[in-house]
């Protein structure tokens, strides 16, 4: 304690500056605590018969050490740091975990562990092996609620998938890997993916409703035929909205994916997911989501003649 007390100073006291407080530590002075020599002379160590010279009891001497001793876990430990420009942190870890394993031979009681920004990394990829999990199925689970019925669940939910294509083209093209960033932007664009399915459907439920009606009050049992156009009318009126939000989309995150200040690094992997998602979306919901509900619905239809081709259809044939 005389020698912690001599050299790194001890805090006595507390004095107030007007609303602040300073602590006030004593310790030797400057041109003692660097001289050995006086350091061994003039320091005296308490004992039974008295304070004796620190000179008398132990040598006073410079040389190099350790400036600290760390541990962890109660074991002692020793930190090697490691930067690299690689942006897969991962790949990097694996295989420097593989060159160390091949040519480092530990003594007896040592050991490594790979600690960091990469141990973040794996703690995180854990959460996320349940968080996924959960948050499909909570969609699940309010889809269902709000559908009734299993047949429109699952085409939303199989139809996420394709959605999710977009995203992954876009990180490929953007060299982007894999992090806990990325998948919560996945997680969010399976959300917005989901939303824009759903209001497809009752789209094409309305059409289809409203052609069912049609059909009754025309006293004839609707067809495929009808089916068709039903779908054909749901989706043409879904076409304003799903660019709108497309559009509201993607101008919102472009500069969020493109910015370049603190945090940028983050925030564009998460926007990134889902400004390709939303393009393959649109893709998603204005063909695999009638596609599918045409699948669905067909069963058990009688079969007639298919509707006229529309304006829209005849200049696409051409």
């Not at 740091?81 to 897969?88: L, M, P």
């Not at 040519?103 to 854990?126: C, D, H, I, L």
């Not at 977009?166 to 806990?180: P, R």
């Not at 759903?198 to 004839?220: F, H, K, N, P, S």
Request: net charge neutral; proline share 5%.
């Amino acid at each position: 304690d005389v020698i912690a007390t001599a050299l790194g100073g001890e805090m006595v006291t507390t004095t107030v500056e007007g609303l602040e407080r300073y602590g006030v530590s004593v310790r030797y002075a400057r041109g003692l605590r660097d001289d050995p020599a006086r350091l061994a002379s003039d320091v005296f160590v308490p004992t039974m018969n008295g304070p004796i010279p620190l000179g008398q009891v132990a040598e006073v001497k410079l040389t190099r050490g350790a400036p600290a001793i760390r541990t962890e876990n109660a074991l002692l430990a020793a930190y090697v740091y490691v930067d690299t420009r690689e942006s897969d942190l991962g790949a990097f870890v694996k295989r420097a975990q593989q060159a160390v394993a091949e040519e480092v031979e530990f003594p007896q009681g040592y050991y490594a562990t790979w600690s960091g920004q990469f141990e973040n990394m794996e703690r995180a990829k854990e959460k996320m092996k349940i968080v996924v999990p959960v948050t499909l199925a909570l969609i699940f689970v309010l889809l269902y609620l709000n559908f009734r019925r299993l047949t429109e669940t699952l085409i939303v939910m199989l139809s996420v998938p394709f959605a999710l294509v977009g995203g992954v083209w876009l990180m490929w093209w953007l060299d982007y890997q894999m992090s806990v960033a990325v998948a919560v932007g996945f997680i969010a664009l399976a959300g917005v993916a989901a939303e824009t399915g759903v209001i497809m459907l009752i789209y094409l439920d309305q059409a289809w409703t409203a052609v069912c009606a049609r059909c009754r009050a025309e006293g004839r049992e609707a067809g495929v035929a009808d089916l068709y156009q039903a779908i054909m009318e749901g989706a043409a009126g879904r076409v304003r909205p799903k660019m709108m939000t497309v559009i509201t989309v993607m101008a919102g995150l472009l500069p969020i994916m493109w910015s370049t200040g603190t945090g940028s690094e983050v925030m564009s992997r998460i926007a990134a997911p889902m400004i390709g998602g939303m393009v393959s979306s649109t893709v998603l919901t204005l063909a695999v989501i009638p596609a599918l509900y045409a699948l669905v619905k067909q069963w058990g239809l009688p079969r007639g003649a298919l509707p006229a081709p529309t304006p829209l259809h005849r200049a696409s044939c051409a």
